[in-house]
């Protein structure tokens, strides 16, 4: 069956990876590509990345720092960032984006959703959509627009989107829980996948999300940054709620790790620790 | 040794780079190209595909390369593998944006993915194999592995000795085929991390091996 997706969320902001907090203040993370190879490493199932200042500086998100992350990703790429034409979609697509995510073009020129779904079909177009309550944000001029995130994201799927990348702005950077109410209305309510981000602090909240029937996946951001392997121990976690199908296949799998309430891994027995002195694992080269 | 063993077909729409970045941390120094004395020389190809039925074969005619893929795959046996699109590609039509003739060379055609109470089209992200059929390119992948998919149509098989595995979504849906030489994925093995990987692997040794 289709797993829950755990997506991890890279914001570019002068070429350098970064926290986001409520949509205005940034703390520097480090190097897109060590992201990318690390999240590859713990196990993640996508990555999205997103310039954020791409289209106030009215560019691209620069595709040469596209090209060489890519590299390192062996899970799919989702990119975004000033995207305004079917040239931009197709030099990101040449340059190792696997999906393109749209944001500011589809308010700015909507039938860029409908020619790109045609050309490049619908599976490979994210709508992203900046929530504030039950209403579309502007992140430019930081105001709520007039639609609400149902009226805008139907709009988006009549167009030919393919996924609905929903961003809380209240909950960014914040770290208490996602939306959940919002997040299961909408799920409901949508013909095509949806995935939800903001909020995530710990891992009750992935699950709190995950067990939302509809919704696709989590996007994560700040999250994953901070603590070592946070990818491989949160798919441990989840992997032992029998509800929730997630795919834990990294190497590192924690699989048979006991948590505690805080979700911290427990000590294993003397006796195993002893034992795992002696294991023998092969390194498996493909 | 002149010329390139794998070619990965360039017919405008496909994420040629995720495939070739693959294929180099595999070793393998794969070409890019719709030259016909590259596909001449090549012992293997890709096909690969993300976009639309209707361009991807109107650039595959407009580029003049049916014919002499047609030619080393189908008559002189050299192994191909169709990725997504590419899979699809390979059916006798798909009713993707209006009917449009595929290449025909696997008995079946492309149709959409239903949606329903549970299910959204398209159909994102990690499902697991059942393997129905051993197949070389399924070699070392346990039946339960997860693969990447990202597809709103897909290959409804006439001749079911063709499939090799399926997954479940709402349906059961083709995820590989092989009929002799020509080997297919509905999934993205160069998005797939180790499974994937593995699978590729399979795949330059089924060319590496190949007297073809």
């Given at each position: 069956?289709?797993?829950?997706?755990?997506?991890?969320?890279?914001?570019?902001?002068?070429?350098?990876?970064?926290q986001?907090?409520?949509?205005?203040?940034?703390?520097?993370?480090?190097?897109?590509?060590?992201?990318?190879?690390?999240?590859?490493?713990?196990?993640i199932?996508?990555?999205?990345?997103?310039?954020?200042?791409?289209?106030?500086?009215?560019?691209?998100?620069?595709?040469?720092?596209?090209?060489?992350?890519?590299?390192?990703?062996?899970?799919?790429?989702?990119?975004?960032?000033?995207?305004?034409?079917?040239?931009?979609?197709?030099?990101?697509?040449?340059?190792?984006?696997?999906?393109?995510?749209?944001?500011?073009?589809f308010?700015?020129?909507?039938?860029?959703?409908?020619?790109?779904?045609?050309?490049?079909?619908?599976?490979?177009?994210?709508?992203?959509?900046?929530?504030?309550?039950?209403?579309?944000?502007?992140?430019?001029?930081?105001?709520?627009?007039?639609?609400?995130?149902?009226?805008?994201?139907?709009?988006?799927?009549?167009?030919?989107?393919?996924?609905?990348?929903?961003n809380?702005?209240?909950?960014?950077?914040?770290?208490?829980?996602?939306?959940?109410?919002?997040?299961?209305?909408?799920?409901?309510?949508?013909?095509?996948?949806?995935?939800a981000?903001?909020?995530?602090?710990?891992?009750?909240?992935?699950?709190?999300?995950?067990?939302?029937?509809?919704?696709?996946?989590?996007?994560?951001?700040?999250?994953?940054?901070?603590?070592?392997?946070?990818?491989?121990?949160?798919?441990?976690?989840?992997?032992?709620?029998?509800?929730?199908?997630?795919?834990?296949?990294?190497?590192?799998?924690?699989?048979?790790?006991?948590f505690?309430?805080?979700l911290?891994?427990?000590?294993?027995?003397?006796?195993?620790l002893?034992d795992?002195?002696?294991?023998?694992?092969?390194?498996?080269?493909? | 040794?002149s010329?390139?063993?794998?070619?990965?077909?360039?017919?405008?729409?496909?994420?040629?780079?995720?495939?070739?970045?693959?294929?180099?941390?595999?070793?393998?120094?794969?070409?890019?190209?719709?030259?016909?004395?590259?596909?001449?020389?090549?012992?293997?190809?890709?096909?690969?595909?993300?976009?639309?039925?209707?361009?991807?074969?109107?650039?595959?005619?407009?580029?003049?390369?049916?014919?002499?893929?047609?030619?080393?795959?189908?008559?002189?046996?050299?192994?191909?593998?169709?990725?997504?699109?590419?899979?699809?590609?390979?059916?006798?039509?798909?009713?993707?944006?209006?009917?449009?003739?595929?290449?025909?060379w696997?008995?079946?055609?492309?149709?959409?993915?239903?949606?329903?109470?549970?299910?959204?089209?398209?159909?994102?992200?990690?499902?697991?194999?059942?393997?129905?059929?051993?197949?070389?390119?399924?070699?070392?992948?346990?039946?339960?592995?997860?693969?990447?998919?990202?597809?709103?149509?897909?290959?409804?098989?006439?001749d079911?000795?063709?499939?090799?595995?399926?997954?479940?979504?709402g349906?059961?849906?083709?995820?590989?085929?092989?009929?002799?030489?020509?080997?297919?994925?509905?999934?993205?093995?160069?998005?797939?991390?180790?499974?994937?990987?593995?699978?590729?692997r399979?795949?330059?040794?089924?060319?590496?091996?190949s007297?073809?």
């Open positions: 069956m289709l797993k829950k997706r755990l997506i991890a969320s890279l914001v570019l902001k002068d070429a350098q990876v970064v986001s907090i409520g949509f205005s203040r940034y703390l520097p993370i480090g190097s897109l590509k060590i992201c990318v190879e690390n999240l590859n490493r713990f196990g199932d996508e990555i999205v990345i997103i310039d954020i200042d791409a289209t106030k500086k009215n560019q691209l998100i620069d595709t040469d720092l596209v090209k060489e992350a890519a590299k390192y990703s062996f899970v799919p790429l989702s990119v975004g960032g000033g995207i305004k034409t079917i040239k931009d979609i197709e030099l990101l697509m040449h340059s190792g984006a696997d999906k393109v995510v749209i944001n500011q073009a308010w700015q020129n909507p039938q860029l959703i409908k020619k790109s779904s045609d050309i490049f079909g619908n599976q490979c177009i994210v709508v992203s959509m900046d929530a504030y309550e039950e209403k579309c944000y502007d992140y430019i001029t930081q105001n709520k627009r007039d639609k609400t995130v149902l009226e805008a994201a139907q709009k988006a799927i009549s167009l030919g989107a393919g996924e609905i990348l929903l809380s702005v209240q909950r960014d950077g914040i770290k208490k829980g996602m939306d959940i109410e919002s997040i299961q209305y909408l799920a409901n309510s949508l013909s095509i996948p949806l995935i981000q903001g909020g995530v602090g710990n891992t009750h909240h992935i699950k709190e999300a995950f067990r939302i029937k509809n919704l696709s996946a989590v996007a994560v951001g700040n999250f994953f940054h901070f603590i070592e392997h946070s990818v491989n121990i949160t798919k441990g976690v989840l992997a032992s709620a029998t509800d929730i199908p997630i795919r834990n296949e990294a190497e590192a799998n924690y699989k048979d790790a006991v505690d309430e805080e911290r891994v427990a000590k294993k027995s003397d006796e195993e002893r795992m002195l002696f294991e023998y694992h092969k390194a498996e080269i493909i | 040794m010329g390139k063993k794998i070619v990965i077909i360039d017919h405008g729409v496909g994420n040629t780079h995720s495939i070739a970045n693959a294929l180099d941390f595999l070793g393998c120094d794969a070409l890019l190209s719709s030259c016909h004395a590259d596909i001449e020389n090549a012992k293997g190809y890709i096909l690969p595909g993300v976009g639309a039925f209707k361009i991807a074969m109107q650039n595959l005619q407009e580029q003049d390369i049916i014919d002499i893929l047609e030619k080393n795959v189908l008559s002189r046996n050299k192994p191909i593998l169709g990725i997504c699109l590419g899979m699809q590609l390979l059916a006798k039509s798909s009713v993707e944006g209006g009917l449009h003739k595929g290449l025909g696997i008995d079946a055609t492309v149709q959409p993915l239903q949606t329903s109470a549970n299910i959204r089209v398209p159909h994102v992200g990690w499902n697991n194999i059942k393997i129905v059929q051993n197949s070389k390119l399924l070699k070392n992948i346990q039946t339960d592995s997860n693969f990447y998919f990202d597809h709103s149509f897909h290959v409804v098989c006439d079911k000795t063709v499939e090799t595995s399926t997954i479940f979504y349906e059961n849906i083709t995820a590989s085929v092989q009929k002799a030489n020509i080997f297919a994925t509905q999934f993205h093995p160069e998005k797939s991390q180790t499974a994937g990987l593995k699978l590729l399979n795949f330059l040794d089924i060319v590496e091996k007297d073809a």
